[in-house]
């Protein structure tokens, strides 16, 4: 299993749908987790961090599946504005000092 | 405004040339990094610095030097060993916490190399 996987897309989806991302990581040491969106020619920027618990953060909603080693992302009601490419991120080990594994992103296109 | 301040934009090196990328920082990070973007791909992560004076390989160090003279900046250098240095160069900062986790990286906006 690659480090840090996800669907490459791109995923085609109209204004409002709800779409989800998926990604699964192959360290089982690995304690830290996040989304990045990345537009197109830019720098990543970070969307959200992921929690054991689930988290939500307007119309984003991350989960977290230590047992499959898996994370996703859910985004509700589209908007154009959410075209990107989406990064899934983990860390390589147990330590705040270990370094983060980017996955190759999944592209997300929304259209009027 | 604190931030991640990467230059230049835009960068272009001629053969046998060394080039060096800046990136300086106001966020009060310990840590910082230096990643390589190309075309479809993921970052994939050059060097990393925990601390002033000290810094490691990633795993892709061949071609590339740093230096951590100061907390504030992490300059990279391209040497001409580097044979395929056309990318999109990504310097970040991130505070780690040294309990088990980590801090968010913060990215600069990216200087791209290319070869004339």
């Known amino acids: 299993r690659k480090e840090v996987e996800q669907d490459p897309g791109p995923f085609n989806v109209p204004e409002g749908a709800t779409v989800a991302f998926n990604c699964t990581y192959s360290?089982?040491?690995?304690?830290?987790f996040f989304w990045y969106r990345q537009d197109c020619r830019k720098e990543p920027k970070l969307l959200m961090s992921v929690y054991s618990s689930g988290n939500e953060d307007g119309r984003f909603t991350a989960q977290l599946n230590r047992a499959s080693q898996y994370i996703s992302l859910l985004i509700r009601d589209s908007k154009l504005s959410d075209s990107a490419t989406y990064l899934c991120v983990v860390n390589k080990g147990n330590s705040g000092y270990s370094t983060l594994t980017f996955g190759k992103g999944t592209m997300l296109l929304v259209s009027p | 405004d604190g931030g991640i301040t990467q230059s230049p934009k835009y960068l272009f090196r001629k053969e046998g040339q060394n080039v060096t990328l800046s990136c300086e920082q106001n966020?009060?990070?310990?840590?910082m990094y230096w990643y390589r973007q190309d075309p479809g791909q993921g970052l994939r992560l050059i060097y990393y610095?925990?601390?002033?004076?000290?810094?490691q390989k990633g795993d892709i160090a061949e071609g590339y030097s740093v230096s951590r003279e100061k907390k504030e900046s992490f300059p990279l250098t391209v040497t001409s060993a580097q044979k395929n240095p056309t990318a999109f160069y990504l310097c970040?900062?991130?505070?780690?916490?040294?309990?088990?986790?980590?801090?968010?990286?913060?990215f600069g906006d990216g200087t791209r190399l290319s070869i004339l």
């Open positions: 360290n089982s040491a690995s304690q830290s």
């Open positions: 610095s925990q601390i002033v004076n000290d810094f």
């Open positions: 970040a900062s991130s505070t780690p916490t040294g309990r088990v986790g980590n801090q968010p990286q913060h």
């Open positions: 966020l009060n990070h310990d840590a």
